[in-house]
């Protein structure tokens, strides 16, 4: 059996479809995928890379909501990686194409439709991508993250099944963890921060600014991602409580059981992984994206603490992050409610919806 994956401009596009593919292989040990992507998307080339994925670059255009000179090539774009999927699929043979709302995904899936292998796509966040909606007429089968989203697709194609996570995040032993990191034991509690994928210089300057009084009162692991180094000048003693790396692929889960505590953005799958694990934590959103709705929807529930736009600075993010190490009772009551939102799911929730299709 071969599939299609395609992805690529962020990682939370890529998470479920390696889900998928574990729960695929579970069932097919000879199955065969290829990952479809943007041409030269060195993250994404990556990631494929460390889950011994082959993969293939087309020519795509990310498809922007507000006035772009960059909107009047899109076509174009589009219709060569039309062509170059089209290629790609007659040569490869796919049974089956998964897209979670990368944007690499509208020439893909309408090549797959042109020559009639089933397209699938999956919808993470609360707020419809363009991707999908795009993609949705050419579509199977849409499979949605939370329940509010039925209401954005044909109802006769879409289906609740949470968003699907990667069962191994909690396979690791903290023994594993402390020697991957090698921090001294000093009793601090550890904060995992990151910016999603690609970093976020905004959180990213926040926490370099704040380092110097976060090392003081606990351990931190930071994601920078690329193009990103702290030149901070840190005292030798307050050195050994900080790790920077730029990615984390498989290392993934090992971050996630050493941290206490986690500071991130409000993508659909940092959050689903979050609720997976029950981790207590405290979200930045991206200013006006999907991000903030996200955010909102798990405030709601009082599963996560959160600083929107104007309250993204050091001031408050240091005090919010001081009341969540020092308040147990909120850490446990934020990891219990986010635990309960069971936005998380096994890829074999999706895999259902699709077993005839596929033989599994």
């Known amino acids: 059996?071969?599939?299609?994956?395609?992805?690529?401009?962020?990682?939370?596009?890529?998470?479920?479809?390696?889900?998928?593919?574990?729960?695929?292989?579970?069932?097919?040990?000879?199955?065969?995928?290829?990952?479809?992507?943007?041409?030269?998307?060195?993250?994404?080339?990556?990631?494929?890379?460390?889950?011994?994925?082959?993969?293939?670059?087309?020519?795509?255009?990310?498809?922007?909501?507000?006035?772009?000179?960059?909107?009047?090539?899109?076509?174009?774009?589009?219709?060569?990686?039309?062509?170059?999927?089209?290629?790609?699929?007659?040569?490869?043979?796919?049974?089956?194409?998964?897209?979670?709302?990368?944007?690499?995904?509208?020439?893909?899936?309408?090549?797959?439709?042109?020559?009639?292998?089933?397209?699938?796509?999956?919808?993470?966040?609360?707020?419809?991508?363009?991707?999908?909606?795009?993609?949705?007429?050419?579509?199977?089968?849409?499979?949605?993250?939370?329940?509010?989203?039925?209401?954005?697709?044909?109802p006769q194609k879409t289906v609740f099944t949470g968003n699907p996570v990667k069962q191994d995040l909690d396979k690791v032993s903290k023994k594993q963890a402390e020697k991957f990191f090698s921090f001294s034991k000093n009793g601090l509690p550890v904060i995992l921060i990151f910016g999603g994928s690609q970093g976020a210089a905004l959180l990213n300057e926040l926490v370099c600014n704040l380092l110097p009084d976060l090392l003081k009162f606990s351990k931190i692991i930071h994601l920078t991602g690329n193009n990103f180094k702290c030149s901070v000048s840190l005292s030798e003693n307050l050195k050994d409580n900080y790790r920077s790396f730029q990615f984390l692929g498989k290392e993934m889960p090992l971050a996630y059981k050493m941290a206490d505590?986690?500071?991130?953005?409000?993508?659909?799958?940092?959050?689903?992984?979050?609720?997976?694990?029950?981790?207590?934590?405290?979200?930045?959103?991206?200013?006006?994206?999907?991000?903030?709705?996200?955010?909102?929807?798990?405030?709601?529930?009082?599963?996560?603490?959160?600083?929107?736009?104007?309250?993204?600075n050091k001031e408050k993010l240091l005090e919010e992050i001081r009341k969540l190490i020092q308040n147990s009772e909120l850490r446990k009551e934020l990891g219990e409610n986010i635990k309960k939102m069971k936005v998380f799911a096994s890829a074999q929730n999706i895999l259902d919806e699709y077993k005839d299709v596929l033989g599994l």
């Open 261 to 312: 505590i986690v500071v991130c953005r409000a993508g659909m799958g940092t959050l689903s992984e979050l609720s997976f694990l029950g981790k207590p934590s405290i979200v930045l959103p991206i200013a006006y994206t999907h991000q903030e709705a996200n955010a909102l929807y798990f405030l709601e529930h009082k599963a996560i603490r959160a600083l929107f736009r104007n309250e993204q």
């Open 1 to 154: 059996m071969r599939i299609v994956l395609v992805g690529g401009g962020t990682g939370g596009s890529v998470g479920p479809l390696l889900s998928l593919k574990q729960a695929i292989q579970k069932k097919k040990k000879d199955a065969q995928f290829l990952f479809i992507g943007p041409k030269s998307d060195r993250l994404i080339i990556r990631i494929a890379k460390d889950f011994s994925l082959p993969y293939k670059g087309i020519h795509c255009s990310k498809l922007r909501r507000y006035f772009d000179l960059r909107n009047f090539l899109a076509p174009f774009l589009v219709l060569l990686g039309i062509i170059e999927s089209i290629k790609l699929l007659k040569e490869f043979k796919p049974k089956a194409i998964f897209s979670s709302g990368s944007f690499a995904a509208v020439p893909v899936g309408i090549a797959g439709w042109l020559l009639k292998i089933p397209v699938f796509i999956h919808q993470q966040d609360v707020v419809p991508s363009l991707t999908n909606r795009l993609l949705s007429p050419f579509a199977c089968k849409i499979t949605v993250s939370l329940a509010c989203s039925l209401k954005d697709f044909p």
